[in-house]
């Protein structure tokens, strides 16, 4: 018995000595990886503030290599700690995210890969195209997507499209594939089996692209829907789009036709009422990009969340600077440390223009920024959002409330609005050719990494493999005969620049769920597309909760802090879209036009019944993913029914 009670007392001595030692480690840790990280990235920013410059590459190079050393010596001093039962669950946690890593043991291959992603990034942000009308050298932004957005004339279209593709796309080819093998070899040098299986291991969960293909399977048919509308549209501008076919890319508005919001006026449902489109009132009252910034910020002071840090403002990049090379795609940093003033760190980085667009897209920005801020006090390895996807949703949560006509009415930038049934479907219809068009787009560019990483697509199937997929989730195909001595992919700024895309598929999804939840707790009635939470106290309290978490929890429990939930739903954006969901259905059986394309085709059993019921959308959480989980379908009497069926990534979040 005394030899038992001595070995107890023993292990209890060791286990007390074990969490002190761990304790210790990363007290220190997180207390040195701030400042660590803060080198990195202000050597980041003055190089993505300034592409051209040779000295700021070579700085970041450096910084970045510098970094990537710091976190080997701290995971493998971690390492050491090989027996993780009896410890705190917070420190298990805190070792686990900490020893997860895909970089390289060897140094030399550590350097290759830093110039080669910084090679690969020059070439998307330096890059123009000569234009032979204009006699001028076009750059992406804003020329060429200006150019996409406002033309309509289909060889202009086809020459922005084309030209950007063959200046970046040849170049970064031979460099992506040495960057993907050693990518890889990053990958498997910290036990995974790929790069792909690095970048789902941030979800926490074993069956990612199970969830998302489900989740996706659930809201296809709306996408076909709203698919086929536009189509029967565009075959009235353009003779070249033809039913029951694929739509030429370059006639949608977007340079990858991710957004088809440009081309709103050519399909807008109704005529003659009013939408939602306040850039001429903008510019009539003289707005100013700061007094954007100061709009947003009082959005989010409205809800009852701090002031923005001082200076915030003169530190970021709010407008394109003249006379050198940015990277103008919007996004939002955070430095972790704080300046020498008191104030904490965190900037945007964005060209802004005074257009509504970019009015949504600084309430997104600042969506990340009040993250950054709220996780603040977490230890460094905490700091981060629930998933990636979290992170996305935040100001896109908000977007919603600030694209309500009742906003733009209380912020005085639309003057009147007579809401009626149709200035509603406009309204949607509006909001469907961003969100919902862009959910096949979000999903298929890391389903094509991830094969990539895989070896299931081989280097020699880049752009052939590409183009499936695009047309068979979009139901889009390229303007010209593509080859594999293009890289299509490499024309959207996420794939140069090693930035994972499903975060944005998820945090679709996502969005409507918080909206949902913060409108509930908000008490507005109504419709869910009507709302907006603008100064509720009660609901900035608990998207303030649910973001102080960082990355301490997992993310089910962090979902379930706001929303009462522990899964991911497409029932909120379901509910959101239902009555746009029923006018295109009733459009179609009246009309008669085809869904679908040869790739992905219509039902082949379509009584073309528009459904007179609304989705069951109060259901109690699940603890397992189901496949077609409350997908929509129709029963025989026409109803609808219910089918139940990186942690050390440098945290300048990036816009989609």
Known sequence: MFSVLCLVAFTQLSLVEANSEVEDFLKHFNQRAPIEASKREIADWKYS??????????????????????????????????????????????????????????????????????????????????????????????????????????????????????VVGPK????????????????????????????????????????????????????????????????????????????????????????????????????DKSSLDVTKQMNDDNFTVD??????????LSLGMEKLPNNFVQRSMTKKPEGRDVVCHASAWDFYVETKDGEKDVRIKQCTEVTQGWLVTTHHEMGHIYYFLSYWEQPYIFRDSANPGFHEAVGDTISLSVSTPQHLVKIGLLKEYSHDEEADINNLMKAALSSIVFLPFGYLIDQWRWKV?????????????????????????????????????????????????????????????????????????????????????????????????????????????????????????KEYFWPLYLWLRKQRCTRKYAIGWPENPGPEDDPCVVPTTLPDTDTRPVTTVRPHAHAWSLNSAGTLTMTIASLFVSLNVINI
């Not at 076909?224 to 075959?235: D, F, G, I, T």
């Not at 007094?291 to 989010?300: A, N, P, V």
Request: net charge positive.
């Open 291 to 300: 007094r954007m910034f100061e709009i947003t910020e009082s959005f989010f």
């Open 49 to 166: 503030t300034d592409v051209s410059s040779k000295e700021a590459a070579s700085e970041k190079k450096v910084a970045t290599l510098a970094f990537q050393t710091f976190l080997e010596k701290a995971r493998k001093n971690a390492s050491r700690f090989s027996n993780l039962e009896g410890l705190p669950e917070t420190l298990q946690r805190q070792l686990k995210l900490l020893r997860t890593s895909a970089t390289l043991k060897d140094r030399q291959q550590r350097e290759e890969l830093a110039n080669i992603e910084i090679e690969m990034q020059n070439i998307y942000s330096s890059s123009q195209v000569f234009d032979a009308e204009t006699g001028k050298n076009l750059s992406l932004s804003p020329n060429l997507t200006e150019i996409m957005a406002s033309s309509q004339r289909h060889d202009r279209l086809k020459f922005a499209w084309q030209e950007w593709r063959d």
């Open 172 to 271: 970064i080819r031979p460099l992506y594939e040495r960057y993907v093998n050693l990518s890889n070899q990053g990958a498997r040098d910290n036990g995974f089996r790929d790069y792909g299986e690095y970048w789902r291991s941030f979800y926490e969960v074993d069956n990612l692209p199970e969830i998302v293909e489900n989740l996706w399977k659930d809201l296809e048919p709306f996408y076909k829907e709203l698919h086929a509308y536009v189509r029967v549209q565009l075959m009235k501008q353009y003779p070249l789009v033809k039913e029951k076919d694929a739509i030429p890319a370059h006639l949608l508005g977007n340079m990858w036709a991710q957004s088809w919001t440009n081309i709103y006026p050519l399909v807008e449902p109704i005529k």
């Open 453 to 573: 990483f895989a070896g299931k697509i081989r280097p020699s199937e880049y752009n052939t493999e590409w183009w499936k997929l695009r047309t068979r989730y979009q139901g889009i195909k390229p303007p010209i005969e593509r080859t594999e001595k293009d890289f299509d992919p490499g024309a959207k700024y996420h794939v140069p620049n090693d930035v994972p895309y499903i975060r944005y598929f998820i945090s679709s999804v996502l969005q409507f769920q918080f909206h949902k939840a913060a409108c509930k707790l908000a008490g507005v009635k109504g419709p869910l597309h009507q709302c907006s939470i603008y100064q509720s106290k009660e609901a900035g309290k608990k998207i303030s909760e649910m973001l102080q978490l960082g990355k301490s929890r997992p993310w089910p429990e962090a979902l379930e802090r706001l929303t009462d939930k522990r899964t991911m739903d497409v029932r909120p954006m």
